[in-house]
């Protein structure tokens, strides 16, 4: 005689990792939501075409330098009292607008445009600045395509920061992007009043 047990009664003390770092998973922006709530330790984001992205943690020489940038940003905007920056653990709703759920690594937002908006959430608005610092371990193609979300929704200022080919490629609605070639600062005065860059670190 065969005794089998029933499936519904096994549990399991420790959760089943699956390895899908080859293989592409795409889910609907509730079950993003979802997993974003049941994994608050990852950094999850969605992309356009609902791709769920699983960002691994950055190598120290990238995070410093994502340090840097944020530092800066976070600095001026001190002093000014103009805006609200929020670093790369902040999630943006960008559905509506088919442009999925980004988590850029710096972003900045004048103030008046948050008033009446809950930070509980998914903020649905785009950001005046949006920063992407290119690490080690990032294509650039897929870095660019996401700029390019950015600069469709709407984003003001957008740089893409690329320290392995000491570039940066800067994104405005409607505009072809720019290119700086190992420049030493950029001047965002455009959309932060007064503020620049400097990328001495970075380099």
């Known amino acids: 005689m065969i005794i089998t047990k029933d499936p519904v009664s096994l549990t399991y003390s420790q959760p089943l990792l699956l390895d899908v770092s080859n293989t592409t998973l795409t889910v ?9 709530i049941d ?3 990852l950094r999850l984001e969605l992309t356009p075409d609902r791709e769920l992205i699983v960002m691994p943690p950055t190598l120290p020489i990238s995070g410093e330098r994502n ?3 944020s530092g800066q940003v976070w600095y ?21 607008l088919e442009g999925g759920k980004p988590s850029p690594d710096v972003s900045w937002i004048e103030k008046s445009r948050l008033e009446g908006i809950s930070l509980e959430k998914f903020l649905s608005i785009a950001p005046d600045l949006v920063i992407e610092l290119r690490s080690s371990s990032d294509d650039l193609k897929p870095t660019q395509k996401k700029m ?6 709407c984003v003001k200022m957008g740089l893409l920061i690329d320290p392995q080919n000491k570039r940066v490629e800067i ?20 959309v932060m009043p007064g503020f620049v860059l400097t990328l001495e670190r970075i380099w």
Do not use: H
């Open 171 to 190: 994104y405005r609605p409607g505009k072809e992007p720019e290119i700086l070639e190992s420049p030493m600062s950029v001047d965002c005065n455009e």
């Open 76 to 96: 001026w905007n001190r002093q000014t009292n103009l805006g609200r920056v929020f670093d790369s653990s902040t999630g943006y709703d960008f559905t509506a």
């Open 148 to 153: 390019l979300v950015y600069e469709r929704v």
């Open 67 to 69: 340090g840097d940038l």
């Open 39 to 41: 994994n608050p330790d």
């Open 28 to 36: 609907t922006s509730e079950q993003f939501d979802r997993l974003c």
